[in-house]
């Protein structure tokens, strides 16, 4: 059974930076497209950002220019890399390889001064 897992999330004050990493098996993330989600309590989950396999990024606009994806195919992991962090981007944070309907356990993410 394929697991994808999250880490790196925690409380960050506005304007802060963090580092979502997203570790899965073997070279899944070289072949398919890797996508972050975010869900915000009463919120619908929402598309954050995602990474094809020939590396074309997509980002919601509310994140373009603050967040970044990426993948290391040496260590079977992609990241998030958010910066200028709001208030607003306080959610959980899932990575999702939507190919094979995998998705991470969720990470919680809290921008909070």
């Known amino acids: 059974q394929v697991q994808l897992v999250e880490s790196g999330g925690g409380l960050v004050q506005p304007g802060g930076s963090l580092r979502l990493s997203c570790a899965g098996p073997?070279?899944?993330?070289?072949?398919?497209?890797v996508i972050w989600y975010r869900q915000a309590p009463g919120n619908q989950r929402e598309l954050v950002a995602q990474?094809?396999?020939?590396?074309?990024?997509n980002y919601a606009d509310s994140v373009k220019d603050r967040f970044t994806i990426s993948r290391d195919s040496a260590v079977n992991t992609v990241y998030l890399q958010m910066s200028s962090l709001k208030p607003e981007d306080t959610a959980v944070y899932y990575c999702?390889?939507?190919?094979?309907?995998?998705w991470g356990q969720g990470i919680q993410v809290t921008v909070s001064s």
């Open positions: 990474i094809t396999s020939t590396s074309v990024t």
């Open positions: 999702n390889v939507p190919y094979i309907a995998v």
């Open positions: 073997g070279d899944i993330f070289s072949r398919y497209t």
